[in-house]
Antibody, heavy 116, light 112 residues
Framework: QIQLVQSGPELKKPGESVKISCKAS????????MHWVKQAPGKGLKWMGW????????TYADDFKGRFVFSLEASASTANLQISNLKNEDTATYFC?????????WGQGVMVTVSS | DVVLTQTPPTLSATIGQSVSISCRSS???????????LNWLLQRPGQPPQLLIY???RLESGVPNRFSGSGSGTDFTLKISGVEAEDLGVYYC?????????FGGGTKLELK
């Protein structure tokens, strides 16, 4: 069955970096784009951007340009999100979700806590 | 950017009651290819969102048919015909017609 399994929770200090992963199984990884979505505690969903899993080309929403990097390990059917120079406002759950326009499968989410 | 406005923000319902959620867009979601890319998601407490409806009215596989979607252009509605306990959570509309994709603010469905 189709699954997106994300890495575990992270506790970081301001200024540090974090890399979280999203491993896909049950389908051909390069056939579907992968989105990244942020959910701050108690808040709604915010689209961060997507990565073309065939070409590796990322597209970032305006609020996520600069410190955020989407990447792939296509041979491992894995998409990654790296956030550098972490700020308190990066504290959130980060989801990966499949499909260019569809969002049909989601990872379980990774809670990233930024605290000094 | 397209702004999606969901109403009401909170909805109280009894089991078996039928309810509707509105999603209004700041611009038409009709794509030049003729499709309207408006989806509905449900996020149960402590869970990731799940896709309920795509392309305005198409039911995702495995989703009960008490859920239905309708609308066109800028006005869309999700209807639940007979709320069940498992339907409680936050409902989001999301558009993928105009980049950047955007989500509505959410509607929390709770038990009365």
């Amino acid at each position: 069955q189709i699954q997106l399994v994300q890495s575990g929770p992270e506790l970081k200090k301001p200024g540090e970096s974090v890399k979280i992963s999203c491993k896909a199984s049950g389908y051909t990884f390069t056939d579907y784009a992968m989105h990244w979505v942020k959910q701050a505690p108690g808040k709604g969903l915010k689209w961060m951007g997507w990565i073309n899993t065939y070409t590796g080309k990322p597209t970032y929403a305006d609020d996520f340009k600069g410190r955020f990097v989407f990447s792939l390990e296509a041979s491992a059917s894995t998409a990654n999100l790296q956030i550098s120079n972490l700020k308190n406002e990066d504290t959130a759950t980060y989801f990966c979700a499949r499909g260019f326009r569809l969002f049909d499968y989601w990872g379980q989410g990774v809670m990233v806590t930024v605290s000094s | 950017d397209v702004v999606l406005t969901q109403t009401p923000p909170t909805l109280s319902a009894t089991i078996g009651q039928s309810v509707s959620i509105s999603c209004r867009s700041s611009q038409s979601l009709l794509h030049s290819n003729g499709n309207t890319y408006l989806n509905w998601l449900l996020q149960r407490p402590g869970q990731p969102p799940q896709l309920l409806i795509y392309l305005v009215s198409r039911l995702e596989s495995g989703v009960p048919n008490r859920f239905s979607g309708s609308g066109s252009g800028t006005d869309f509605t999700l209807k639940i015909s007979g709320v069940e306990a498992e339907d409680l959570g936050v409902y989001y509309c999301v558009q993928s017609t105009h980049a950047p994709w955007t989500f509505g603010g959410g509607t929390k469905l709770e038990l009365k």
